[in-house]
């Protein structure tokens, strides 16, 4: 059996992993707001469109000319919301990286009420449109979600009972 300071130590180790995770989402966002909200620069534009013309033909340039066509014919009213939308999603994924970096049990809160309600959606848009990158997703936010519930509820992780007070010494 292991001593309650191991079991301290992994689950830190597993709440930071988590909080790798979450700040991964961060760097990710703040690259696509980045990208969307220069998008209403005419030579940012062309510039995107002169790269993807020189892309060898495959999955890479179609999903270019996908993003570039699903873009360029928005306002630039619409572009800046989805931006400040990416910022702010990319705003709270930090607050909880950092939160469970720091290893507080407000942020574990603050993830599991987040990732949850999040968990529906990914199963629909899993379902409407399947693919390997979203089924990941789905499976670790929902095993995020039962890793943090676990944890709060104050019972280790894989169904061990949880300790209430340490054995006797001999």
């Known amino acids: 059996m292991k001593t309650t300071s191991e079991q301290a130590q992994m ?3 597993l709440l930071r992993l ?4 979450k700040i991964g989402k961060v760097i990710l966002l703040l690259g696509a707001a980045y990208g969307v909200l220069r998008m209403r620069d005419a030579s940012f534009l062309a510039r995107v469109y002169s790269w993807a013309s020189t892309l060898h033909y495959g999955l890479e340039q179609e999903l270019v000319n996908w ?3 699903k873009f360029s014919g928005l306002s630039p009213a619409r572009i800046d919301t989805i931006g400040l939308a990416t910022l702010a999603y990319a705003t709270l994924f930090a607050v909880e990286g950092v939160g469970l970096w ?4 407000w ?3 603050l993830t599991t009420i987040i990732t949850a309600s999040l968990v529906p959606l990914e199963i629909y848009e899993t379902a409407v449109r399947p693919s390997i990158g979203k089924a ?3 499976v670790l936010n929902v095993l995020i979600v039962w890793y943090l519930i676990a944890q709060i509820r104050g019972a280790p992780p ?3 009972p949880p300790q209430s007070a340490p054995p006797p010494t001999p």
């Open 11 to 13: 689950r830190f180790g």
């Open 102 to 105: 720091m290893r507080k049990r």
């Open 136 to 138: 990941t997703v789905l």
């Open 67 to 69: 993003l570039l066509a």
């Open 18 to 21: 988590i909080a790798l995770y």
């Open 158 to 160: 894989h169904g061990e």
């Open 107 to 109: 942020a574990e809160w």
